[in-house]
């Protein structure tokens, strides 16, 4: 069938007039625009499933008797569904802008870009269709079995040798930091996925496949791969975004450009080293474990240096913070990300990690990050970006951005001010003890203190899933808004132009 | 020479120590580096220019 649709695509296209050269004098958008798209329809799917897998929690008959619903399933096609589909598209499609942008040269190529973008949701297509049948590899985050794995280090590849190639044909003479933050996580991710995935299947035509990797190294291998697919997935790629579409928007360059590259060697030196914080109190050597300790609690100074570098940046255009819901968006992602930096580091402090692992607090963590830095700092780019890539002078409605705005941040607050509360219960029921030395608390009166905060939780879902949705429609207005009559041939917002709410 | 455990222990906390030393002094000496610092407020400027044509 897919060979078949790229037959017609290929066939159709045979006819159409010869290129002409004047293509070459301008910036390839049409792979950045088809990433946008994708992005936003795999927010939508994913956090349908994110908010089906909450109420599952409150109401577990939700899964109507059928294998698939099952929260076993669910749950790994709404991670993979939002980090990988959500945010890997999000971050292909900005980091073909920015690379372009920043180097002042065109792709070198029209059908490398195609191949990543296509791929790379053939992929997320694979693994997710794979969950809901029973396949997977049981590694968090790196559920997809090694068809899939295999695919995806093709297409890693080609997406580096694209961005390198690029960045050769630049005219600019230095490379601008968001660019070295991009490369950073899609050089690290190549080799996390394919060490965390080196596996030997049952057949060549069988799905199932076993780690080469045994007892405590696989658990320390999937977690060196697990929270460093945080690190450099979920954050170095984002601080791409921030660092280049937070000014552009602000229209004020980055306040220190020295500390931005101080917080990138930081950063990108100290998270390889945190992962064992995931694995306190186990078989992992004690001294591994205090290892992975200290090196997330120094990485509060990168991760902070990056945090207030943003905000810095926006000493003195705070006015326009608060008209503008779209750097607002990028504000509220910046701050977010200072919070849940911290509450990391804090989180990975073993006496600290005793109280808080394997309760909610730790999905109350990742959702803060998740929500509140990843997604907040996506959305803001995109409605920067939106805008400038199809000419048009402004978003279709700055109201719906904003609507967007609280309801992501309605959303994000109400989802971790439960799972906190939840978290916190469930950790000190864990661990209460009556006089005569017993637990005082079955897992079972832990699960039932915890409902209101299910339902709470799913309640924020609802919130944040219904922004996506606006936002979705107001990209798609955006796009069929009619064009300007003439290209402005002007990347960067104009200050006079930038949608603004009740105007 | 064996590789056992103890001697990975003895070459993270002696020469990994030393190597994320020496590299955080590289950078240091890069960031500050006084002829760098044209270059830096050059590309943190530049990305606002609204010209959107790649350079010929």
């Not at chain 1, 899939?148 to 390198?164: H, M, N, P, R």
């Not at chain 1, 601080?239 to 450009?257: D, E, K, N, W």
């Amino acid at each position: 069938m897919a060979g078949l649709l790229c037959a017609i695509v290929v066939i159709h296209s045979y006819y159409e007039p010869e290129p002409t050269p004047d293509r070459l004098s301008s910036y390839y958008d049409p792979p950045i625009k088809a990433g946008i798209a994708m992005s936003m329809a795999w927010a939508v799917f994913a956090m349908f499933v994110g908010v089906w897998v909450a109420l599952l929690l409150a109401w577990p008959e939700l899964t109507f008797d059928q294998p698939w619903a099952g929260f076993g399933r669910l749950r790994p096609v709404h991670t993979t569904g939002v980090i990988f589909g959500f945010g890997g598209n999000a971050l292909i499609a900005t980091s073909f802008h920015v690379m372009q942008r920043t180097s002042r040269a065109r792709m070198p190529d029209q059908i490398s870009p195609w191949f990543v973008l296509a791929g790379y949701n053939l992929f997320c297509i694979l693994s997710v269709s794979g969950y809901f049948i029973g396949i997977t590899q049981s590694k968090e985050y790196a559920e997809a079995e090694w068809y899939a794995d295999i695919w995806l280090v093709i297409v890693w590849v080609t997406y580096f040798v694209l961005y390198i190639r690029t960045i050769a044909r630049r005219k600019e003479p230095h490379i601008y930091v968001a660019n070295w933050y991009f490369l950073a996580f899609i050089l690290v991710v190549a080799i996390l996925h394919i060490v965390n995935n080196i596996a030997v299947p049952v057949s060549i035509g069988h799905a199932k496949s076993y780690t080469v990797w045994a007892g405590v190294q696989d658990a320390m291998v999937q977690w060196w791969y697990g929270h460093n697919a945080v690190a450099f997935f979920l954050t170095a790629g984002f601080l791409g975004m921030l660092y280049y579409y937070l000014p552009v928007r602000a229209q004020r360059p980055i306040f220190s450009y020295r500390l931005s590259i101080l917080s990138f060697w930081g950063i990108t030196f100290f998270y390889m080293w945190a992962g064992s914080h995931h694995l306190h109190y186990t078989a992992l050597p004690h001294w591994v474990q205090t290892l992975g300790m200290t090196f997330s609690v120094m990485l509060l100074v990168p991760s902070w240096a990056s945090a207030g570098n943003a905000l810095l940046t926006l000493n003195g255009a705070w006015h326009r913070v608060r008209d503008d819901a779209t750097l607002r968006f990028m504000m509220v992602a910046a701050v977010f990300y200072g919070l849940s930096t911290f509450e990391g580091s804090f989180m990975a402090i073993r006496p600290v990690n005793s109280l808080s692992h394997y309760t909610d607090w730790t999905v109350g963590h990742v959702h803060a990050g998740a929500l509140g830095w990843v997604a907040l700092i996506t959305f803001g780019s995109f409605y920067t970006l939106v805008p400038s890539l199809w000419k048009r002078e402004r978003m279709y409605s700055a109201g719906l951005v904003e609507v967007h705005f609280w309801l992501a941040l309605a959303g994000t607050l109400v989802y971790v001010f439960a799972m906190w509360n939840s978290g916190v219960i469930q950790g000190l029921m864990w661990r209460t003890y009556t006089k005569e030395g017993t637990l005082a608390y079955s897992f079972l009166d832990s699960l039932v203190a915890m409902r209101p905060y299910y339902v709470a939780r799913a309640f924020g879902g609802i919130l944040f899933l219904a922004g996506a949705i606006v936002g979705s429609y107001n990209i798609w207005m955006t796009v069929r808004a009619v064009p300007q009559a003439a290209d402005t041939g002007k990347d960067a917002p104009q200050p006079e132009k930038v949608a603004v709410a009740g105007e | 020479m064996e590789i056992d455990h103890n001697a990975l222990v003895f070459f993270s906390k002696s020469w990994g120590l030393l190597y994320l030393g020496g590299f955080a002094v590289c950078v240091v000496v890069y960031t500050f580096w006084p002829s760098n610092k044209k270059r830096f407020v050059r590309a943190k400027e530049s990305i606002l220019d609204p010209v959107d044509k790649p350079w010929q």
